[in-house]
């Protein structure tokens, strides 16, 4: 019971805070998305943080989500899957098949798969485009100077509903930048959606234009 009481507690907690972020940035706080971050905890989780009106969550890896998710989905219809995690070609049809969102298409051969994957499953789920804004070698994400021509590929010569932008930012350092950063290039391409933000840095990302923050473990806890 103590589990289910702070995990619904957390919720109101970085609920509050996405609302004072937002409007101390003359935003209005419906317009920010809260993905709840569910990877490595069990579906009972996730049924409290339903049970709690959340019903945005996101998942890391493909195996997981569909050990989980088909199941709450019967029971649960306004729910929602974003897939954030990186992906491989190979899970690319499962992920179609399982995702509302995919967060992180990042590659020619990746947008390729996808594509052919949707085409398969007749399904199609929005799909952002991953940006390494920090141009981390150790990190998925289209590089800056890479970005611009592999969104419009993405769109035009693979066909994908691509409905925003993905960052996760260097661990040091200040990350408005790269919020900022990820924000512009979202209007260039007139792209709605900008999921950046996650448990230590969200408020920023909202001052920044986020329009879903990705948070696991302060709601959560940690596995």
């Known amino acids: ?33 809260l993905v709840a971050v569910s990877k490595t905890h069990p579906a009972e989780s996730v049924l409290t943080a339903l049970a709690a009106g959340q019903t945005v969550f996101g998942e890391n890896r493909v195996q997981e989500a569909q050990a989980k998710f088909p199941d709450l989905r019967a029971s649960h219809p ?12 190979n899970k690319a049809r499962d992920a179609v098949a399982v995702a509302d969102v995919i967060e992180s298409v990042d590659r020619p051969k990746l947008a390729a798969a996808i594509a052919a994957a949707m085409a398969r499953e007749d ?27 592999f969104i419009r590929a993405a769109r035009e010569e693979h066909g994908l509903p691509v409905a925003g932008l993905m ?5 040091e350092g200040d990350p408005r930048p790269h919020f900022a950063y990820l924000r512009n290039l979202a209007d260039r391409h007139g792209l709605a ?9 969200f408020e920023a990302a909202i001052a920044e234009g986020a329009t879903h923050v990705r948070v696991g473990t302060a709601i959560f806890g940690r596995r």
């Open 1 to 33: 019971m103590s589990d289910a009481i702070d995990i619904a507690a957390n919720l109101a907690t970085i609920r509050a805070r996405i609302a004072e972020a937002a409007i101390r940035a003359n935003r209005d706080p419906a317009a920010v998305t």
């Open 123 to 149: 399904r199609r789920p929005d799909c952002l485009v991953q940006v390494n804004t920090g141009d981390e070698t150790q990190k998925s994400g289209v590089s800056r100077d890479e970005a611009d021509a």
């Open 193 to 201: 959606v900008v999921s950046m933000g996650m448990s230590g840095d």
């Open 78 to 89: 306004a729910l929602r899957l974003h897939i954030i995690g990186g992906l491989q070609t």
């Open 167 to 171: 960052c996760i930012p260097p661990a």
